[in-house]
T-cell receptor, first 114, second 116 residues
Framework: AQSVTQLGSHVSVSEGALVLLRCNYS??????LFWYVQYPNQGLQLLLK??????LVKGINGFEAEFKKSETSFHLTKPSAHMSDAAEYFC????????????FGTGTRLTIIP | GAVVSQHPSWVICKSGTSVKIECRSL??????MFWYRQFPKQSLMLMAT?????????EQGVEKDKFLINHASLTLSTLTVTSAHPEDSSFYIC????????????FGEGSRLTVL
């Protein structure tokens, strides 16, 4: 069984500040981990994915995430927040390389303060 | 990148009627598609896996007679909410994996259903 826990349903940061969205996972097999972003009334867009290659993964829009097996974490970061980063972010886990049957976290709504 | 499109984006219907939502892979073939349901301010919950040419696989707790899924071609899956009721109001999202891709699902834009 797999699960994902996203700490903090709402995160607010000032424009230009560091963005840190937390994700911890539970998996009985080596996991594949993903971060998706969702803008209002839209589907999900892949930000980045971890597939057992490099533990530090770089994604689109300046985001990156680091896989830490010892901490079972896959936190998402961005050095400098932009107003356009305001959205809902979902962490997801899969045991399948084709990422079928993703298990999503509950999401974190990111608000950017001007 | 690969594109998945849903139609309609918004639909309002009366209680007791049926609503069909289409999910199309526009530039690739998808033997499998996934249907999710998302309640306000909540995460996506997988409802079922749509398989081209065979029956859909439903997740536990999802009524297959309520949510009819048909995957008639390699580019189209449909979700029909039968005899809709207000509690069926939700945001429905489909996704499809690109065969041979290194693990990425492509999501549709979502369809918001409101049942009056």
């Amino acid at each position: 069984a797999q699960s994902v826990t996203q700490l903090g349903s709402h995160v607010s940061v000032s424009e230009g500040a560091l963005v840190l969205l937390r994700c911890n996972y539970s998996s009985s097999v080596p996991p594949y981990l993903f971060w998706y972003v969702q803008y209002p009334n839209q589907g999900l867009q892949l930000l980045l994915k971890y597939t057992s290659a490099a533990t530090l993964v770089k994604g689109i829009n300046g985001f990156e995430a680091e896989f830490k097996k010892s901490e079972t974490s896959f936190h998402l970061t961005k050095p400098s927040a932009h107003m356009s980063d305001a959205a809902e972010y979902f962490c997801a886990v899969s045991s399948n390389f084709g990422n079928e049957k993703l298990t999503f976290g509950t999401g974190t709504r990111l608000t950017i303060i001007p | 990148g690969a594109v998945v499109s849903q139609h309609p984006s918004w639909v309002i219907c009366k209680s007791g009627t049926s609503v069909k939502i289409e999910c199309r892979s526009l530039d690739f073939q998808a033997t499998t598609m996934f249907w999710y349901r998302q309640f306000p301010k909540q995460s996506l919950m997988l409802m079922a896996t749509s398989n081209e040419g065979s029956k859909a696989t439903y997740e536990q707790g999802v009524e297959k007679d309520k949510f009819l899924i048909n995957h008639a071609s390699l580019t189209l899956s449909t979700l029909t909410v039968t005899s809709a009721h207000p509690e069926d109001s939700s945001f429905y999202i489909c996704s499809a994996p690109l065969a041979g891709n290194t693990g990425e699902l492509f999501f549709g834009e979502g369809s918001r259903l409101t049942v009056l």
